[in-house]
T-cell receptor
Framework: DTAVSQTPKYLVTQMGNDKSIKCEQN?????MYWYKQDSKKFLKIMFS???????INETVPNRFSPKSPDKAHLNLHINSLELGDSAVYFC????????????????FGPGTRLLVL | GQNIDQPTEMTATEGAIVQINCTYQTSGFNGLFWYQQHAGEAPTFLSYNVLDGLEEKGRFSSFLSRSKGYSYLLLKELQMKDSASYLC??????????WGAGTKLIIKP
């Protein structure tokens, strides 16, 4: 019954490694997002994505890449992990399509706590 | 630049009323959201305002003044379970959510 799910919940890894975080939503939503919440608790949008458009926050390093096998999944792949990547990563989804004149509530997954050593 | 300001932390007593303020400066405005986030959990939706005025939903109410770039979340009859962070977020002209850092609300018996 979980609406937005993420795996893993915790991820501890070494600097320089490549890792992926998976996200799935069973709400039938068209748009999915990835957020980073740092130690100061700011939520920063990284990507928003639907089957038509990928919107990338220009401040996100290109080591981060979203991969969407289908509408219900948006995975986050991170190359060459750095210490500063340690944070909580939240996946979210909303019903509307990016770019449409529509405001939709976003529903969040439980978060993935990434610690880079 | 875009900016959302909220107090970092507030303390209130069980059974009392607390008002959490949020001021914003964004490029465009397509509504303001309030989310609740318990420690170690995901944010959950509380309210959405796009027109000026007060929206009431049970013990929680949210107010918006677009001309002042100001909103508040009012929590009545506080319960211990209301201890959480409350995040203010504004949807800008690109329909992107700009988030405040959140207000940590501590409820004391």
């Amino acid at each position: 019954d979980t609406a937005v799910s993420q795996t893993p919940k915790y991820l501890v890894t070494q600097m320089g490694n490549d890792k992926s975080i998976k996200c799935e939503q069973n709400l039938g939503h068209d748009t999915m997002y990835w957020y980073k919440q740092d130690s100061k608790k700011f939520l920063k949008i990284m990507f928003s994505y639907n089957n038509k458009e990928l919107i990338i926050n220009e401040t996100v390093p290109n080591r981060f890449s979203p991969k969407s096998p289908d509408k219900a999944h948006l995975n986050l792949h991170i190359n060459s992990l750095e210490l500063g990547d340690s944070a909580v990563y939240f996946c979210a989804s909303s019903q509307g399509l990016a770019g449409e004149v529509m405001v939709e509530t976003q529903y969040f997954g439980p978060g993935t706590r990434l610690l880079v050593l | 630049g875009q900016n959302i300001d909220q107090p970092t932390e507030m303390t209130a007593t069980e059974g009392a009323i607390v008002q959490i303020n949020c001021t914003y400066q964004t490029s465009g405005f397509n509504g303001l959201f309030w989310y609740q986030q318990h420690a170690g959990e995901a944010p959950t939706f509380l309210s959405y305002n796009v027109l000026d005025g007060l929206e009431e939903k049970g013990r929680f109410s949210s107010f918006l003044s677009r001309s002042k770039g100001y909103s508040y979340l009012l929590l009545k009859e506080l319960q211990m379970k209301d201890s959480a962070s409350y995040l203010c977020a504004v949807m800008d002209s690109n329909y992107q959510l700009i988030w405040g850092a959140g207000t940590k609300l501590i409820i004391k018996p």
